[in-house]
Every structure is written in C-alpha cells, then in structure tokens.
C-alpha cells in the first residue's frame, strides 16, 4: 500500500520568514496530495491540495509544488504569522473514487514572534 | 447546516466493554469516513462509505464495525475494547460529485477515548 513521510516533525521559523515542509509518497500511481491544517485541540482542515496534472498551485501565501518523477510535494508558506502554528498533514491518494487517503505523520510548526 | 457532528466528545471505557461512536452530517453527503488519531501521528482510516448501505474497510478496521443505513448516519461500533483503541476518532465526509469541490473531506470536532 501507499506509505508517505513527512519531514520535519517540528519546525520553527520567525515571523515574516518562510516555512516549507516536504512530503515523499511511495505508490507511483497517487495522483491527488492534499495538506490539512489542524490547530491545537481542534480538527483538521483542508488548506490546499493539487492534483497529479499540475506541478505548483497557489493560494495566496501558501503553494505546494509537486515533483512526480521524485515522487515528492512540498508545501511552502511565505509571510508566516502566528495564526499559521498548528500541526499540518500531507497526504496521499489514487484516482478519485479511491477513497483510501493516506496521511503523513504531522509537521508541528511554531511561528516565532 | 451543522456540518458533520460527532458525539460523545469524551469517553472513558474499562477494557472489555463496548460502544458506539455517532456521526452525523446534514449536507446530504453519500461519502462518509472514520479516521483513528494517536498521539503524535497521522489519521489512519478505519471504515467509509460511499452510501447507504455501502461500507468498506480501510487501514485499520480490526476492532472496529461500521454500518450505514442512512446517508446522515454513519455510527462506528467498538466491541471489547482494549488499550490500543486509546486514541481521537474523527469523522469525516465529502461532497458528492456536482455539491461543490468533491475532494475535501469535511471533518467532525473528534471524540476523545480513553481505554483503561
């Protein structure tokens, strides 16, 4: 089955510096990568996704970037804010209609003021 | 609309007894997931659905029973429960094709069980 690892665990960064976390999948054939947003306490929630056919998309100060071949995704968060601590998920899964999601272990991020 | 709402929020079971976890969501969703959290990881999942009447295994169904006979409705059942089930069970649906972006799964505030 599909196995994704998510690197680093915990991250740290100054206010108004950037933040990229990276994710690695194993199964070839995943073509949709979601990150999910959980806040201390609360649940986790959609924050941006991409799909096998593009290579980077972006939403205002976050973009995740794709790399198919590498079998890799990042996602990049510019202008941090302490509003953006919280524990942030990748995840992994097949053509949709597959709906076995799999997710990395975590990222806990800390803005810094 | 409430969205996906889950209950109890907390729960301690003795090891050995049984419940059931509720899930509900009012957006007319035909597909509905349980996921586990432990401590420091990622959700797993354990049952979905694709509709009433529809379920299906996922990652980490052994413990565990779902059923489905309405589209609101989507209880997961623990039976003799053991230390390992320790954990925050989580909810979740998607839209169906044509409601709005059929790839995000909307997620319920998580029930807490703790088995001693």
């Known amino acids: 089955g599909e196995n994704v690892e998510q690197h680093p665990s915990t991250l740290s960064v100054q206010e108004g510096d950037s933040a990229v976390i990276k994710c690695t999948y194993s199964d070839s054939a995943s073509n949709y990568f979601p990150w999910y947003k959980q806040e201390l306490g609360k649940r986790p929630q959609l924050i941006i996704d991409i799909r096998s056919n593009v290579g980077e998309k972006k939403d205002q100060r976050i973009a995740v970037t794709l790399n198919k071949t590498a079998k890799h995704f990042s996602l990049h968060i510019t202008e941090t804010q302490p509003e953006d601590s919280a524990v942030y998920f990748c995840?992994?899964?097949?053509?949709?209609?597959?709906?076995?999601?799999?997710f990395g272990t975590g990222t806990r991020l800390t803005i810094i003021p | 609309n409430a969205g996906v709402t889950q209950t109890p929020k907390f729960r301690i079971l003795k090891i050995g007894q049984s419940m059931t976890l509720q899930c509900a969501q009012d957006m007319n969703h035909n597909y509905m997931y349980w996921y586990r959290q432990d401590p420091g990881m990622g959700l797993k999942l354990i049952y979905y659905?694709?509709?009433?009447?529809?379920?299906d295994k996922g990652e980490v169904p052994n413990g565990y029973n779902v059923s489905r006979s309405t589209t609101e409705d989507f209880p997961l059942r623990l039976e003799l429960a053991a230390p390992s089930q320790t954990s925050v069970y989580f909810c979740?649906?998607?839209?169906?094709?044509?409601?709005?972006?059929?790839?995000?799964?909307?997620f319920g505030p998580g029930t807490r069980l703790t088995v001693t």
């Open positions: 979740a649906s998607r839209p169906n094709s044509g409601q709005g972006d059929p790839y995000e799964q909307y």
């Open positions: 995840a992994a899964s097949k053509d949709f209609g597959n709906e076995k999601l799999t």
């Open positions: 659905s694709v509709g009433a009447g529809i379920t």
